[in-house]
C-alpha cells in the first residue's frame, strides 16, 4: 500500500477511536452517578424504616412513682362536694321517726348506688328527697382532680388471678361495702386499676393508698365509682 495512504488510514482510524472513547465515557459517568445516588437513596430509605420501626415497638416510659413524702392525707368527706354533704348529713324527718323492726324499717328491694335504686320502697317523699339524692351523687370536688392523696380504706376485688393477686378494686370507706352492705355513694368509691397487681389477706384489713386521683365514672355489677386512682402506693393501715 501507499504509504500515504496507509499513513491517512492511520489517522482516520484514530480519530474515529478518540471519538468513540469521548462519547462513551460521559454516559458512563453517569451511569455511576445514579448507582450511587440510587444506592444511597435506598440505604436512607431502610435506615428510617428501621428506626420507624423501633419507635413502634418501643414501649413508653413507667410514670415515675413518687416518695410516700409527696402525698397530703384527706378524709373520705373531702371528697364529698358541700351540697352532698349537707344533705348526708340532714337525713330526712321522716326517715328517722322510722322504727327498728317495723315493715318501714325495710330497704325496697336490692340497693345499689344508682338513681334507679328502690331505696325506700314505696316511699316517694324520702325516694324524691336531696338525701337519696346524694346517696346516689356521682358529683364530684373539682380540687381533688390530679391531686396526690393518702387515705384509708378497704379493698373490695374486681380481678384477681389465680393466685388471688388482685388487679382491680374498688377502695371504699367501710368494711363489707359493696359485699355484705349496700354500697356508699359513687363519690365515696375509688376505682384502682393496678396492673402489677396487690395481696390482700383479708377483706376485712384497712389499708393505706397513696395514689394520683382522677375523676370518671367506673360502673359494673357490683358498684358505681365517680373517682378513679392511680396507685403509687399500699401499705397496712396504722394509726
Not at 52 to 63: D, G, I, K, S, Y
Not at 107 to 135: C, E, H, M, W
Not at 147 to 166: A, E, M, R, S, W
Amino acid at each position: 500500500m501507499n504509504p500515504i495512504f496507509r499513513l491517512l488510514a492511520l489517522s482516520i482510524f484514530s480519530i474515529l477511536l478518540t471519538a468513540c472513547a469521548e462519547s462513551s465515557a460521559p454516559g458512563n459517568t453517569g451511569t455511576t452517578t445514579n448507582s450511587s445516588a440510587n444506592a444511597a437513596t435506598e440505604q436512607t430509605e431502610a435506615t428510617q424504616a428501621g428506626m420507624n420501626q423501633a419507635q413502634a415497638v418501643r414501649a413508653p416510659e413507667p410514670l415515675p412513682v413518687l416518695p410516700k413524702g409527696s402525698f397530703t392525707s384527706v378524709d373520705w368527706t373531702d371528697l364529698i362536694p358541700e351540697m352532698d354533704l349537707i344533705a348526708l348529713k340532714n337525713p330526712p324527718e321522716a326517715l328517722m321517726n322510722i322504727e327498728d323492726g317495723s315493715e318501714e324499717d325495710v330497704i325496697g328491694g336490692k340497693l345499689n348506688n344508682t338513681p334507679d335504686s328502690d331505696v325506700y320502697g314505696d316511699s316517694s317523699d324520702l325516694a324524691n328527697s336531696a338525701f337519696q339524692r346524694a346517696l346516689v351523687s356521682t358529683n364530684t370536688v373539682s380540687e381533688m382532680q390530679g391531686k396526690h392523696i393518702k387515705l384509708p380504706g378497704f379493698i373490695v376485688p374486681l380481678d384477681f388471678d389465680d393466685n388471688q393477686t388482685i388487679t382491680e378494686f374498688f377502695l371504699v370507706p367501710y368494711f363489707g361495702a359493696c359485699l355484705h352492705l349496700p354500697p356508699p355513694p359513687p363519690n365515696q368509691i375509688i376505682y384502682v386499676s393496678h396492673p402489677d397487681g396487690i395481696q390482700v389477706d383479708a377483706l376485712y384489713d384497712p389499708f393505706w393508698l397513696y395514689g394520683t386521683l382522677d375523676t370518671g365514672i367506673i360502673e359494673n355489677t357490683t358498684a358505681k365509682s365517680a373517682y378513679r386512682m392511680r396507685l403509687h402506693h399500699i401499705e397496712p393501715y396504722y394509726e
